[in-house]
């Protein structure tokens, strides 16, 4: 897979249970996922997502709207990692 690929979608997404307002894939090892600004992610349904639309993911990037949760494969599995926001809400 070369170059960016983004796709816009319905604003709820049952499998994730958020409203998911676009996918971006900006790399073969990457999948953004851009939740509507306040909504939070169902971990295991943003994994299955983002394999069924790039079975290569490596990094997981949740955003609303700013970076808010990364999932990154460790050789085995998925883990959490989280990107913690100073008090104006922008992540550091």
């Not at 499998?15 to 990457?30: G, H, V």
């Not at 971990?43 to 700013?66: D, H, Q, R, W, Y």
């Amino acid at each position: 897979m070369t170059g960016m690929l983004s796709i816009n979608l319905t604003p709820f997404n049952a499998q994730i249970m958020c409203r998911l307002e676009k996918i971006i894939i900006p790399d073969a090892d990457t999948v953004v996922l851009v939740l509507v600004k306040g909504d939070c992610v169902d971990m295991s349904g943003a994994i299955k997502l983002a394999k069924m639309v790039n079975p290569t993911v490596k990094k997981i990037f949740c955003e609303n709207p700013g970076p808010d949760v990364i999932y990154r494969y460790d050789e085995r599995n998925f883990v959490w990692v989280c990107i913690p926001k100073n008090i104006k809400g922008d992540a550091q």
